[in-house]
């Protein structure tokens, strides 16, 4: 079966870093995605992990470990923008393709 | 630009009626997805499609049809089966490489009259 958990909601100040985390359990792993939505729009992609280890890409970066079930999305120098709801997501085979499996999300809020 | 356009932005149904929600994409994206969104749910999997004239239940799919006669459009039907339909849907697509992502839609909420 499919379980993703990621806290339900983060607070943090303009400029610090903070990390959200994410486990999963899933038979049959191809890749993990993070995924940006601010309220009322469409998700917007920010990274992809099929390896263990780190993937850096400009103030966010996102982990992997395939042992552990874990993954960790990396926001450094926050800004305001960056409040928004942030979505784990695990590629799963499903019948004759494949198909995301998405976590709840993770509401962040930037304070100034 | 390319891009996936979901219509219209907002919709209104009155009880027992069927209304369907329009999804077309210019990426030349094999596969498509239909999801719903409730507060606090995430994105739930409806419908999805891997080719033309092909297409996969999800996990949600009680009360909603699709069709795929071309590979720019995947509509969904929400039907009068569906008992709760009052929520934000999202159209995606993914070209058909695995590492690539899926490339979503601005979405369509639609609530009950």
């Known amino acids: 079966g499919q379980n993703i958990d990621q806290p339900t909601e983060m607070t943090a100040t303009e400029g610090a870093i903070v990390q959200i985390n994410c486990t999963y359990q899933?038979?049959?792993?191809?890749?993990l995605f993070w995924y940006q939505q601010h309220a009322g729009e469409a998700p917007t992609f920010l990274s992809y992990?099929?390896?263990?280890g780190l993937e850096e890409k400009g103030r966010f970066s996102s982990f992997l470990s395939r042992s552990k079930g874990y993954s960790y999305l990396l926001l450094k120098e926050l800004q305001m923008k960056d409040s928004a709801s942030y979505l784990c997501?695990?590629?799963?085979?499903?019948?004759?393709?494949?198909?995301?499996?998405f976590g709840k999300g993770t509401s962040l809020l930037v304070t100034p | 630009d390319g891009g996936i356009t979901q219509s219209p932005k907002y919709l209104f149904r009155k009880e027992g009626q069927n209304v369907t929600l329009s999804c077309e994409q210019n990426?030349?994206?094999?596969?498509m997805y239909w999801y719903r969104q409730d507060p606090g749910q995430g994105l739930r999997l409806i419908y999805y499609?891997?080719?033309?004239?092909?297409?996969q239940k999800g996990d949600i799919a009680e009360g909603y049809s699709v069709s795929r006669e071309k590979k720019e459009s995947f509509p969904l039907t929400v039907t009068s089966a569906q008992k709760n339909p009052t929520a934000f849907y999202l159209c995606?697509?993914?070209?058909?490489?695995?590492?690539?992502?899926?490339?979503f839609g601005d979405g369509t909420r639609l609530s009950i009259l």
């Open positions: 995606a697509s993914r070209p058909g490489q695995l590492n690539q992502p899926q490339h």
């Open positions: 899933t038979s049959g792993f191809n890749g």
């Open positions: 992990n099929v390896l263990d």
């Open positions: 997501a695990v590629t799963r085979r499903k019948n004759s393709g494949y198909a995301l499996n």
């Open positions: 990426l030349n994206h094999d596969a």
């Open positions: 499609s891997q080719i033309v004239n092909d297409f």
